[in-house]
């Protein structure tokens, strides 16, 4: 029988300090043999060293799934550069990293801490976390009412997100047309998130994604959403006005 990625990996997400402590030293490895062939691109070899011991330190901290965030952005920068011919090494025969991809999505309509929470626990999920945020069109026709908050705006909040490998806005027609692109193994759903997760699957199987895992975080993290912060935006406003 054929093991999935997400299966092979399955014992590993429960404990991502020990995928960090193989992404590092396959990592350190990789760095110890690489030779420069561009000398053009020395400079972005070095950010790839310092992503290496900003991993180290959050392994010492505890905070294994940010060092994963910082280790997997290394592991990026050297690939690029090892396709485009700039630069030669290999990874450890037999132990390289596994890209387990990850895919979120959601409007992200003033961000806060629960939005960053819901990331934070998505990127635990998988080595890269891919983001879609939907379209003001998409937002308009949900929720009827406009966003605060212009689609590029929020794409570019959810790209600062630290946790986030890479983040585009979403199909205004087809919504899970992203999802083919990126292919991912894991979906990571937030607790409140709207979706029927047994159409999901089945949707899925039908465009022969049917190998990706859906996972739904448990619960929300603390008491902030985007709505209640915009009614009480919105008490403020008009306890000022009448003031």
């Known amino acids: 029988m054929k093991v999935s990625v997400v299966e092979t990996m399955s014992s590993v997400f429960s404990d991502p300090c020990k995928r960090l402590e193989r992404y590092v030293r396959n990592l350190e490895r990789a760095l110890s043999s690489i030779e420069i062939l561009d000398h053009s691109v020395a400079k972005v070899v070095e950010l790839a060293r310092l992503y290496l011991e900003d991993s180290k330190y959050y392994a010492a901290k505890g905070d294994c799934v940010t060092g994963l965030v910082t280790v997997s952005y290394a592991e990026g920068l050297l690939d690029a550069l090892r396709l485009s011919g700039s630069v030669e090494f290999s990874w450890p025969t037999g132990s390289a990293l596994e890209e387990v991809r990850v895919f979120a999505a959601g ?98 199987a039908r465009r022969g994604l049917g190998d990706v895992k859906v996972v739904r975080m448990s619960s929300r993290v603390g008491s902030l959403s985007s709505s209640s912060i915009k009614m009480r935006l919105a008490k403020i406003l008009c306890r000022d006005v009448t003031d």
Request: aromatic share 8%.
């Open 107 to 204: 409007s992200f309509d003033i961000l806060h801490p629960g939005h960053v929470a819901y990331l934070r626990w998505a990127s635990s999920l998988g080595t890269k976390l891919f983001v879609v945020v939907s379209r003001d069109a998409t937002y308009r026709r949900v929720k009827g009412v406009e966003p605060v908050m212009d689609e590029m705006c929020r794409l570019e909040l959810v790209k600062a997100v630290r946790y986030v490998y890479d983040a585009r806005l979403g199909d205004e027609v087809d919504q899970l047309k992203p999802v083919e692109e990126i292919r991912p193994h894991v979906i990571a759903l937030g607790p409140d998130q709207r979706v029927d997760e047994s159409w999901l699957r089945k949707e899925l």
